[in-house]
Protein backbone atom coordinates (compact mmCIF):
# COMPACT_ATOMS: atom_id res chain seq x y z
CA UNK A 1 0.00 0.00 0.00
CA UNK A 2 1.35 3.06 -0.80
CA UNK A 3 2.76 5.39 2.10
CA UNK A 4 0.56 8.81 1.10
CA UNK A 5 -2.63 6.41 1.50
CA UNK A 6 -4.90 6.97 5.37
CA UNK A 7 -5.37 3.67 7.05
CA UNK A 8 -8.76 2.47 6.48
CA UNK A 9 -11.34 2.41 9.06
CA UNK A 10 -12.37 -1.21 9.64
CA UNK A 11 -15.32 -2.56 11.56
CA UNK A 12 -16.50 -5.60 11.96
CA UNK A 13 -19.81 -6.63 13.42
CA UNK A 14 -19.48 -10.52 12.32
CA UNK A 15 -18.70 -12.51 15.96
CA UNK A 16 -15.55 -14.69 14.82
CA UNK A 17 -14.85 -15.82 18.33
CA UNK A 18 -14.19 -19.94 18.46
CA UNK A 19 -13.96 -20.32 14.57
CA UNK A 20 -11.19 -20.14 12.53
CA UNK A 21 -12.82 -20.15 9.07
CA UNK A 22 -14.18 -17.17 10.09
CA UNK A 23 -10.97 -15.30 11.11
CA UNK A 24 -9.46 -16.38 7.76
CA UNK A 25 -12.58 -14.61 5.76
CA UNK A 26 -11.86 -11.71 8.31
CA UNK A 27 -8.54 -11.34 7.78
CA UNK A 28 -8.67 -11.68 3.93
CA UNK A 29 -11.62 -8.65 3.95
CA UNK A 30 -8.94 -6.89 6.02
CA UNK A 31 -6.23 -7.57 2.97
CA UNK A 32 -8.43 -6.43 0.90
CA UNK A 33 -8.96 -3.27 2.16
CA UNK A 34 -5.03 -2.41 2.50
CA UNK A 35 -4.75 -3.45 -0.96
CA UNK A 36 -2.15 -6.16 0.46
CA UNK A 37 -1.55 -7.88 -2.58
CA UNK A 38 0.57 -10.89 -1.25
CA UNK A 39 -1.70 -11.48 2.34
CA UNK A 40 -4.36 -11.54 0.09
CA UNK A 41 -2.89 -14.47 -1.79
CA UNK A 42 -1.59 -16.14 1.10
CA UNK A 43 -5.05 -17.28 1.58
CA UNK A 44 -5.60 -18.25 -2.12
CA UNK A 45 -5.11 -21.99 -3.07
CA UNK A 46 -2.18 -22.28 -6.28
CA UNK A 47 -5.45 -23.41 -8.49
CA UNK A 48 -7.68 -20.64 -7.56
CA UNK A 49 -11.01 -20.24 -9.26
CA UNK A 50 -12.00 -17.01 -8.48
CA UNK A 51 -15.76 -15.56 -9.95
CA UNK A 52 -16.49 -11.74 -10.11
CA UNK A 53 -19.85 -12.28 -11.06
CA UNK A 54 -20.57 -9.74 -13.87
CA UNK A 55 -17.06 -9.17 -14.55
CA UNK A 56 -15.09 -12.18 -15.18
CA UNK A 57 -13.61 -15.68 -14.24
CA UNK A 58 -9.87 -15.50 -12.58
CA UNK A 59 -7.71 -18.62 -12.34
CA UNK A 60 -4.79 -19.47 -10.67
CA UNK A 61 -2.89 -17.11 -8.52
CA UNK A 62 -0.69 -15.82 -11.03
CA UNK A 63 -4.05 -13.91 -12.66
CA UNK A 64 -5.07 -13.44 -9.27
CA UNK A 65 -1.92 -11.77 -8.38
CA UNK A 66 -2.50 -9.45 -12.11
CA UNK A 67 -6.04 -8.73 -11.11
CA UNK A 68 -5.52 -7.57 -7.64
CA UNK A 69 -2.48 -5.50 -8.46
CA UNK A 70 -5.18 -3.40 -11.12
CA UNK A 71 -7.45 -3.19 -8.14
CA UNK A 72 -5.23 -1.73 -5.80
CA UNK A 73 -5.39 1.69 -7.09
CA UNK A 74 -8.43 2.39 -5.69
CA UNK A 75 -7.62 3.48 -1.88
CA UNK A 76 -10.37 2.19 0.60
CA UNK A 77 -11.60 4.64 3.34
CA UNK A 78 -13.76 2.61 5.20
CA UNK A 79 -14.64 -1.71 5.12
CA UNK A 80 -18.14 -2.62 7.42
CA UNK A 81 -18.14 -6.72 7.21
CA UNK A 82 -21.89 -6.85 8.74
CA UNK A 83 -21.62 -11.09 9.16
CA UNK A 84 -19.76 -14.22 8.05
CA UNK A 85 -20.95 -17.20 8.05
CA UNK A 86 -19.02 -20.88 7.78
CA UNK A 87 -20.30 -24.45 7.23
CA UNK A 88 -17.85 -27.14 6.35
CA UNK A 89 -15.57 -26.45 4.19
CA UNK A 90 -17.85 -23.37 2.92
CA UNK A 91 -17.99 -19.55 3.83
CA UNK A 92 -19.20 -16.59 3.23
CA UNK A 93 -18.22 -12.96 4.35
CA UNK A 94 -20.81 -9.92 3.50
CA UNK A 95 -20.57 -5.56 3.68
CA UNK A 96 -19.49 -2.50 2.51
CA UNK A 97 -16.55 -0.75 1.02
CA UNK A 98 -16.29 2.79 0.66
CA UNK A 99 -13.44 4.17 -0.99
CA UNK A 100 -11.46 6.90 -0.68
CA UNK A 101 -13.10 8.98 -3.91
CA UNK A 102 -16.53 7.87 -1.84
CA UNK A 103 -17.98 5.29 -4.19
CA UNK A 104 -19.66 2.28 -2.28
CA UNK A 105 -19.45 -1.48 -2.92
CA UNK A 106 -22.03 -3.97 -0.77
CA UNK A 107 -20.61 -6.96 -1.63
CA UNK A 108 -20.80 -10.83 -0.57
CA UNK A 109 -17.59 -13.40 -1.18
CA UNK A 110 -18.85 -16.80 -1.48
CA UNK A 111 -15.76 -19.52 -0.50
CA UNK A 112 -14.92 -22.79 -0.34
CA UNK A 113 -11.40 -24.13 1.33
CA UNK A 114 -9.71 -27.03 0.23
CA UNK A 115 -8.09 -29.79 2.76
CA UNK A 116 -5.27 -27.47 3.78
CA UNK A 117 -7.48 -24.47 4.49
CA UNK A 118 -6.79 -22.22 1.19
CA UNK A 119 -9.50 -20.99 -0.65
CA UNK A 120 -9.95 -22.55 -3.97
CA UNK A 121 -12.83 -21.45 -5.08
CA UNK A 122 -14.19 -17.56 -4.73
CA UNK A 123 -17.60 -16.06 -5.99
CA UNK A 124 -17.72 -12.21 -5.71
CA UNK A 125 -20.83 -10.46 -5.83
CA UNK A 126 -20.64 -6.78 -5.67
CA UNK A 127 -23.22 -4.03 -5.92
CA UNK A 128 -22.84 0.08 -6.16
CA UNK A 129 -24.89 1.68 -3.21
CA UNK A 130 -25.57 5.15 -2.52
CA UNK A 131 -24.85 6.02 1.00
CA UNK A 132 -26.62 9.28 1.34
CA UNK A 133 -30.42 7.08 1.21
Known sequence: ????????????LADCSGSPMKARLRDLNIAFAHSDVNA???????????HIVGEREIRGRA?????????????VR??????????????????????????AVAFCDVCR???SGKIDLMKSYAVEINMEG
Open 1 to 12: MPSDRAEPTITV
Open 40 to 50: ILDFFADDIAW
Open 113 to 115: FDA
Open 78 to 103: ELVIHSIISDGREGAVNGVITSEPGG
Open 63 to 75: AAREALEAMSGVA
